[in-house]
């Protein structure tokens, strides 16, 4: 992973898969990384997980859920990914 606010789906489904298997502790650490990052990042925009993952069409249940390791499905993870970079702002996205 290049930065911090770099979430890629690779990054993210593939630490997931690998943590969630437990045969790799660094990749636990790194998932758990991650997906404090997107928390870490809501948070900076002083947003609810309500608001924030229901602009992905995402429950704040199971945005909690990605929140805390849970893996992130590859079209949530895509659209998280282009809105962290800036690619995608709220007007582009529903909710």
């Not at 911090?4 to 998932?31: E, N, W």
């Not at 608001?51 to 893996?71: M, Y």
């Amino acid at each position: 992973m290049a930065k911090d606010d770099d979430f890629t789906y690779q990054a993210i489904a593939g630490v997931d898969t690998a943590a969630a298997s437990g045969h790799d502790s660094q990749a636990a650490s790194t998932a758990s990384t991650l997906h404090g990052d997107l928390k870490k990042f809501r948070i900076s925009k002083r947003e609810s997980q309500e608001k924030f993952w229901g602009r992905f069409g995402v429950t704040q249940s199971s945005g909690s859920r990605f929140e805390t390791g849970l893996g992130i499905p590859p079209p949530v993870a895509i659209l998280v990914k282009l809105y962290v970079k800036g690619r995608l702002s709220d007007g582009d996205l529903p909710g």
